[in-house]
């Protein structure tokens, strides 16, 4: 089957699976999702989700974050983990936000990369849950699933898994795609023993059965 063919029926199959798939960060405006998805890194959703509301209701727009005090966000966003970090990333990204884009989150690429501790992955994920663009959010579960499944040649680097992709999935497909990789990532797939025999996958999976 040749990787257009192959990814249509991937997408067929995982769209009847996971029909509600959609990020499992809690999307609120576009510039707290920036926040939330700077603070996931190394960390789980969950953990984002439970740390957030402090942190949005005593800095209810950028420029209250931009202008906060460095070492109040590094206590709130202390249990994210990479605090420090984080905390100078988040105030310098609202600042940006303010100074150089009227306090809107921009919707390029080229213009979200731009903006401090933004990678492709945050860039991609907003441009697909905020703006409704094409969007290859290439994390660990889609770089992991789209390698053994056969999509990709099984590359780990991001940025040329992201460009293959781009090759055979349609881009209004692309979002919901991503989001179901990550489901079907935590279920079945799992990073260490994928659990073939309850996938649906199994009959055009190039690894399928992996670990027998
Ligand atoms: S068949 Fe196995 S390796 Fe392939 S996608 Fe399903 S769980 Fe993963």
Redesign the pocket.
């Known amino acids: 089957m040749r990787k257009k063919e192959l990814a249509c029926e991937v997408i067929r199959l995982l769209q009847k699976e996971y029909p509600d798939s959609v990020c499992t960060l809690d999307t609120g405006d576009a510039w707290q999702l920036l926040v939330s998805v700077r603070l996931a890194a190394q960390c789980t959703d969950k953990r984002v989700n439970e740390t957030v509301p402090e942190l949005f209701k005593k800095y209810p727009s950028p420029r209250a974050l931009a202008d906060a005090d460095i070492r109040d966000i590094e206590k709130i966003v202390h249990p994210c983990g990479l605090y420090k970090t984080k905390a100078r990333d988040i105030k310098a990204c609202m600042n940006m936000l303010c100074e150089r884009f009227g306090g809107r989150v921009p919707d390029t690429m080229e213009e979200l990369l731009s903006l401090p501790g933004v990678g492709r992955k945050s860039a991609n994920l907003i441009l697909g849950d905020i703006f409704g663009k094409e969007s290859y959010v290439c994390d660990t579960h889609c770089i992991r699933?789209t390698g053994?499944?056969g999509l990709t040649d099984g590359s780990k680097d991001p940025l040329s898994v992201e460009m293959q992709l781009r090759k055979i999935i349609p881009p209004e497909e692309s979002g919901a795609f991503c989001h179901r990789l990550v489901d079907?990532g935590r279920a079945?797939?799992?990073a260490g023993r994928?659990?073939?025999e309850?996938?649906?996958?199994?009959d055009i999976?190039?690894?399928?059965?992996?670990n027998i």
Not at 205 to 210: D, T
Request: proline share 5%.
């Open positions: 699933l053994r499944i079907h079945v797939c799992k994928p659990l073939c309850n996938c649906v996958l199994s999976c190039k690894n399928r059965n992996l």
